[in-house]
């Protein structure tokens, strides 16, 4: 539900633990492969201050942790566009920040009058106002103002003032700017390039038009063919193409190398060996030296074009984002109401004016402008797109409601609780964005070879040249190269050496790991399952164990008062009523569910008024003391009585016994040292978590459930989900050490929680998956939510991951077969068969190559979740697990008192 789901929206995504670090992130244009990614990381870890650096190719964003002290954003923007790329800062980590543009500035001193009049309001935390480009960057606290006062304030003083964000727009997310510029630059090559093609492979096999083609032009040895494709390749070469070498020099100047140097070298030895040619046939008439001009021009087209479907392909990458951008609605009604609440005016204005507190009118069919609460009215809404339910919800007064969700049937007026980047929708789209720039380790591998792919090329080009003019020089040129006219053997051996300088292509490989992250992310978030990142991801794929919290993750979370007992003394006994008021106000102290359950119990069936316990004193997984009426109160299991000195008969113990072994929770009451009852609370288990686990079995995935029931309890539930792996009486602060104890046998573990007190399990744990309805902070140490609270995503997660991770290994062994059979195949292996690659084409392969691998990671748009009850078993369904020794192994599954399947998981060369 939507409460479920807002409380996972809200999470803030940044870590406390270290206060002089600082993030900035930066939009960076100008990249074309992984050698840029490589220059930018390396030359920015180089400046003093900067702490990490990651950068991402596909969505063009670098994100940079830096000591604030020692370094400022500026400068790191600064580093960037040194070395020949763009950046823009497009934002900061702490706290609310609003660009705006104001007019009517003139001087020094309207400066200073904004920055003291707008520094001086309640809740504005920091302002710079710049002169030069009219604009101001406020720092906000969100609770006390916003945009709306702050423009306001700046026009009530003279100026005028309005929003400036630098945001994502659709636009820029599907590349349309960028799809344009290549387009018309592409469609301008195709002018010249087309007759440059015909004329240097068509008309020159038509023997009238070649005869017209061979016609002297001007001086002896120019003829008109060759001096119309020198024409029309110029501006080819050096309009066009001056992208390239603009790239090329900012990569070579700071030691790196990258496509552009490979392009702008192949394109440029074949237009300067055509104009050498050229040039050798004026001075010695005689001499028909081949130019090749098609060469140079076509092979700029065809990088073009490629370039052109792949930016294409690269927009719908992020189609998941631009889906939840295309949610948020531009504009929302605003209700201006009196003292008394009357409704005086309703104003539409811009979404980035609404400040929270601010009472908004949602009509039937309009989409809800922001989080909020329900303040009047009722309506269903459709929350599909956030949670991923179909179904409608209806929503009636106090009610949370997710921006972003369509109002379906009633008027509503809501109150605005999230604003901006703070709303639950702007939190995932954010989160979405954070995990496609997160690098997966097996990204290091792509980011290693392109460092030395470039220079490898270009060596492997020189050897290429040499030896076919070597072979060319002592044993001639093969047969039927030997027969075209023109031919000699420098034009013979250049033609395969710049082959494979054009053929190889880095940026397949860049793209193999980045493209399917980002697609992969995307429909995970659409699926209901948040990823926060590549190494998140790429961990999943190998889980062996999940171990799940027992209460609220496996079970609804909402225990409830089954059976009450009472016990005489001194042949007294209590009334149920007079038993649940000390009960009622023992617990009223604790934030445990058991005890909300029955403070909700002692509420509802007897009306009771409860107080406050005095003393109160908590034991994590054994129960309380405290003092209610001046009687000292105890509440807790069997052991805790014993501790607290409160002696238990051995009836009541066999009693107690017969509810834990049904499943139930029972805690006994204790006053004044003497036993007086005992009440028994069940947790209803989740419809779905005994096919959850039945399926993870079939994936080869062991399932275990960590709770602080005593065993008999613990086993009972257990058995209702099909569990045999029990961790029982786990204290909280014990949790993640039984996690530990799962990595040390070897298994890639997953912790599945949603509390507090599991947040340090989930941060110990390989993966940790938080529960879309549990705490921020167990949210936060968590790699993975699930945003619906729905079991069945933790099936939905680890396939997507799985699949995901296939794609990116399918996307290398192209990438890399592509480079390996490319590059001799173009060098000119196979020409005793007659079978040669020339530029031309080695051009086309090069410039559709990415573009497969890119189409190739689109493939997961077609992901369909799993039907947990058809999931096939794999053939061994044994875990995989990290061996040491087989002995190791052998001893950890003697340990493993609880698992069922320990004698059918030894192998024969174990035993």
């Not at 001075?283 to 021009?297: E, G, K, L, Q």
């Not at 948040?530 to 799940?548: C, D, P, Q, T």
């Not at 995901?804 to 062994?813: A, D, E, G, K, S």
């Amino acid at each position: 539900d939507a409460d479920a789901a807002l409380s996972i929206l809200f999470t803030i995504h940044s870590s406390p633990s270290i206060k002089m670090e600082s993030k900035v992130i930066l939009s960076v244009s100008g990249m074309t492969c992984g050698a840029c990614v490589s220059t930018i990381e390396n030359y920015v870890k180089s400046q003093d201050g900067v702490l990490r650096v990651s950068v991402a190719l596909l969505s063009e964003k670098a994100e940079v942790y830096y000591n604030k002290d020692i370094i400022k954003e500026e400068d790191i923007k600064n580093a960037i566009d040194e070395i020949g790329f763009e950046a823009n800062i497009l934002e900061e980590t702490n706290g609310n920040i609003v660009n705006l543009s104001v007019g009517g500035m003139t001087c020094a001193s309207c400066v200073s009058i904004i920055e003291n009049v707008v520094g001086g309001l309640p809740g504005v935390k920091e302002i710079a106002v710049n002169l030069t480009l009219e604009n101001a960057r406020i720092r906000y606290d969100s609770d006390i103002t916003g945009p709306r006062s702050l423009i306001n304030a700046i026009n009530d003083i003279g100026f005028v003032a309005g929003l400036a964000e630098n945001k994502p727009t659709l636009d820029t997310l599907s590349k349309v700017e960028e799809l344009d510029a290549i387009r018309s630059q592409l469609n301008f090559a195709l002018i010249f390039s087309v007759p440059v093609f015909f004329i240097g492979m068509i008309f020159m096999e038509i023997p009238m038009i070649n005869h017209w083609l061979r016609m002297k032009f001007l001086v002896p040895g120019f003829t008109l063919g060759h001096c119309l494709l020198w024409i029309l390749t110029t501006p080819v070469q050096f309009w066009i193409g001056k992208r390239f070498y603009v790239n090329a020099y900012k990569s070579l100047k700071h030691g790196g190398a990258n496509m552009d140097v490979l392009v702008a070298l192949g394109t440029s030895a074949a237009y300067l060996y055509s104009v050498m040619a050229i040039i050798l046939n004026i001075i010695y008439p005689s001499n028909h030296a081949t130019v090749f001009f098609d060469t140079s021009a076509t092979l700029i087209t065809f990088i073009l074009l490629g370039k052109y479907f792949e930016t294409l392909a690269k927009g719908q990458t992020s189609e998941a984002i631009q889906k939840l951008m295309y949610l948020q609605p531009s504009t929302a009604i605003l209700v201006m109401t009196d003292e008394n609440g009357h409704i005086i005016d309703e104003k539409e204005m811009e979404l980035d004016l609404i400040q929270r507190g601010d009472q908004l009118k949602v009509l039937p069919g309009s989409k809800v402008p922001t989080d909020a609460i329900i303040i009047h009215g009722n309506s269903s809404l459709d929350e599909s797109m956030i949670t991923g339910e179909s179904l409608p919800v209806n929503k009636c007064q106090g009610d949370h409601v997710i921006g972003g969700t369509i109002n379906l049937s009633g008027l509503i007026h809501v109150k605005a609780t999230k604003v901006g980047s703070e709303t639950g929708l702007a939190q995932i789209i954010k989160l979405v964005q954070e995990a496609q720039t997160d690098k997966a380790p097996i990204q290091n591998f792509a980011d290693m070879i392109a460092g030395r792919f470039v220079p490898i090329v270009i060596t492997l080009a020189f050897v290429t040249f040499f030896v076919w003019y070597f072979i060319a020089s002592y044993y001639g040129i093969p047969e039927p190269w030997n027969h075209i006219e023109g031919q000699n053997r420098f034009f013979f051996a250049l033609q395969f050496s710049i082959s494979v300088v054009v053929i190889a292509c880095p940026c397949a490989l860049g793209l193999a790991t980045p493209t399917a992250i980002m697609v992969g992310t995307g429909i995970g978030a659409s699926n209901g399952v948040l990823v926060k990142g590549g190494a998140v991801l790429e961990m999943a794929h190998n889980i062996s164990a999940i171990a799940f919290d027992k209460t609220g993750t496996l079970t609804k979370g909402k225990p409830s008062v089954v059976n009450t007992v009472l016990i005489p003394h001194n042949g007294c006994k209590m009334t149920t009523r007079a038993f649940y008021e000390y009960v009622g106000c023992a617990e009223s102290g604790s934030e445990h569910p058991i005890a909300k359950s029955v403070v909700r119990y002692a509420q509802e069936e007897f009306d009771l008024k409860l107080r406050s316990p005095e003393n109160f004193e908590v034991k994590p997984g054994e129960g309380l003391v405290c003092k209610v009426q001046e009687s000292v109160v105890v509440i807790g299991h069997r052991k805790f009585m014993a501790v607290n000195n409160v002696a238990v008969s051995a009836e009541i113990e066999d009693a107690v016994r017969e509810l834990e072994k049904q499943g139930r929770t029972v805690s006994m009451v204790a006053i004044d040292t003497f036993l007086v009852g005992y009440f028994a609370v069940a947790d209803t288990v989740k419809a779905e978590a005994k096919a959850t686990v039945a399926a993870l079995r079939r994936m080869g995935i062991e399932s275990w459930m960590i709770t602080g029931d005593n065993r008999a309890t613990a086993t009972a539930i257990a058995a209702q989900i099909g569990i045999t792996n029990v961790f029982a009486e786990v204290l909280p602060s014990q949790k993640a050490k039984k996690i530990k104890e799962l990595k040390d046998r070897g298994y890639i573990t997953a912790m599945v929680g949603d509390g507090i007190n599991d947040s340090v399990a989930l941060a110990e744990a390989h993966v940790g998956i938080a529960i879309g309805a549990g705490t921020d902070v167990a949210m936060e140490a968590a790699g993975m939510i699930l945003v619906k609270s729905d079991l069945r995503d933790v099936v939905t997660a680890i396939d997507l991951s799985k699949k995901t991770f296939r794609r990116i290994q399918l996307n290398y062994v192209w990438a890399i077969i592509y480079n390996i059979l490319g590059i001799p195949l173009a060098a000119g292996v196979l020409i005793p068969a007659k079978i040669v690659v020339p530029p031309m084409i080695a051009g086309f392969a090069m410039a559709f190559s990415s573009v497969s691998v890119v189409v190739s990671s689109l493939r997961l748009k077609s992901y369909v979740k799993p039907d947990i009850y058809n999931i096939k078993a794999k053939v061994e369904a044994k875990p995989t697990i990290a061996l040491k020794n087989p002995l190791t192994s052998f001893k950890n599954k003697l340990k493993s008192k609880n698992s069922g399947d320990v004698e059918e998981g030894l192998s024969l060369m174990e035993v």
